[in-house]
């Protein structure tokens, strides 16, 4: 058992929405614990209790936290630097302490999970469970159709050949890439090797997680339901090997 905590609390913690928004949810009747409407102040226990929202259990992990940064170039993917450099820890809550999911090169920008779920975070890393990443590659020149295929077959890097990715361009110079596989600079690696070295890159999008709207260097709690279709993301498809 842990300490019965304030109901707003708990929820917002899971990023179920802000207190604010909670607390309104509770006034309005919509939130349940163990079957009873819930009123402002109630506590309730998250490992026990069974807490609905509109009549849907909301799956409570208490522990468990999962931060969507917006990563900006020249922050380092490790918990420290040894030379001083901003690192991605420095642009989330420091408690409880959290991980990053797989890492960006310190030039790269965008989507970054980072959460203390190490079983989850193991899913969402190993090649074996496919999890699309989506970047756009801002390049040089201007790839044509023969470059594009080449990337959706499979490029020859010194590491062995990639698996078949998706990719399309935005614009002239924006190489849309959809790979599933965490090789090293992978994304620079596959358009350097057909012929448009990148001069930008950004990830848009980790399996179903996506958000247009988060500024650089922002980071947000992942909603409950995000989290579910992550969940659903790397336990619905086991891996191959
Ligand atoms: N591919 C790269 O080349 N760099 C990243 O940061 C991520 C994917």
């Known amino acids: ?18 207190r604010r928004v909670v607390e309104d949810m509770i006034a309005d009747g919509r939130v349940r ?6 009123e402002l102040g109630n506590r309730a226990d998250a490992e026990t209790d069974a807490i609905e929202i509109d009549g849907a259990l909301v799956g409570v992990r208490p522990d468990t936290v999962w931060y ?10 490790t918990a420290s630097d040894p030379h001083g450099r901003p690192v991605v820890l420095d642009l989330v809550p420091p408690e ?11 030039d790269t920008e965008g989507l970054l999970l980072l959460t203390n779920d190490g079983e989850v975070t193991h899913r969402l890393t190993h090649p074996s469970y496919g ?7 801002h390049v040089d020149g201007r790839p044509s159709r023969g470059a594009l295929r080449s990337l959706r077959e ?4 010194d590491d062995g ?7 399309s361009t935005v614009g002239d110079d924006v190489i849309r890439l959809v790979i599933h596989e965490g090789r090293n600079r992978q994304v620079r690696r596959m358009c350097e090797a057909v012929g448009h070295p990148v001069v930008r890159l950004v990830r848009v999008r980790i ?10 260097g922002a980071c947000r709690q992942l909603t409950v339901d995000e989290v579910r279709t992550l969940e659903r993301a790397v336990v619905e498809r086991p891996p191959r090997s």
């Open 131 to 137: 999890v699309e990443k989506e970047y756009l590659a």
């Open 154 to 157: 499979g490029v020859e890097l």
């Open 161 to 167: 050949l990639t698996a078949p990715a998706k990719a």
């Open 33 to 38: 614990v163990n079957g009873e409407v819930a």
């Open 1 to 18: 058992m842990t300490e019965p905590e304030r109901l707003q609390k708990i929820l917002a913690r899971v990023g179920v929405a802000s």
């Open 68 to 77: 969507l940064l917006n990563k900006p170039k020249g922050v380092v993917t």
């Open 96 to 106: 409880p302490r959290v991980f990053p999911v797989g890492r960006l090169d310190m």
């Open 207 to 216: 399996g179903p997680i996506a958000d247009r709207s988060l500024e650089p």
